[in-house]
């Protein structure tokens, strides 16, 4: 009989915490700006000089952080390094209070080169433009240059045959997005 009613009394408190728990109303941050430990960040300041620039150290929401807070009022750009993207921010600091601004934010999406079997295969999502510039360089010496355009597809593809008895280092120079993105590599 005691351990009847010891069972019914442990059921009774654990309902009452349940309920109670049950009417707290628990508060999410937003995830618009949620940043990975590894990814880039660069903050610039409204005349283009680099204020702050470096690795991200902890997975979490960039406004919590980051202390933006603590600039000089005016405008600054914030970049984060994102794998194969780059997503730039414009935040505005008035009086130690930082607001952002939504109508500036903009994805650049890098171009992705790789080295397959003496094939160089680059691939661009072309979202905000649809052109960019390719330089193959061999040991330094520029050995193919093009424009690449598409109007109908939101990709921009190449692939390039390499001779596989030139062994030596290799560089792609991309141009896009008024941006330069250089990848080396070997074979």
Known sequence: MKTVIKSI???AVMFGTFTSYANNVMEVPPTFNFVKKGNQISVTDATGEVIYSGEINYNGNLTTLFDFSQLKNGQYTVEITKGFEIEINTIEVKEHIVSYIHANKKTIY????????GKILISKL????????????FEGDIIHTEKVTEKERNTLNRIYKLDQSRRGNYTTIIKSDDRVFVTSFRI
Do not use: C, F, G
């Open 9 to 11: 009394l442990i059921l």
């Open 110 to 117: 890098k171009p992705v080169v790789r080295n397959v079997n």
């Open 126 to 137: 072309a979202i905000n433009t649809n052109e960019m510039d390719v330089e193959l360089y």
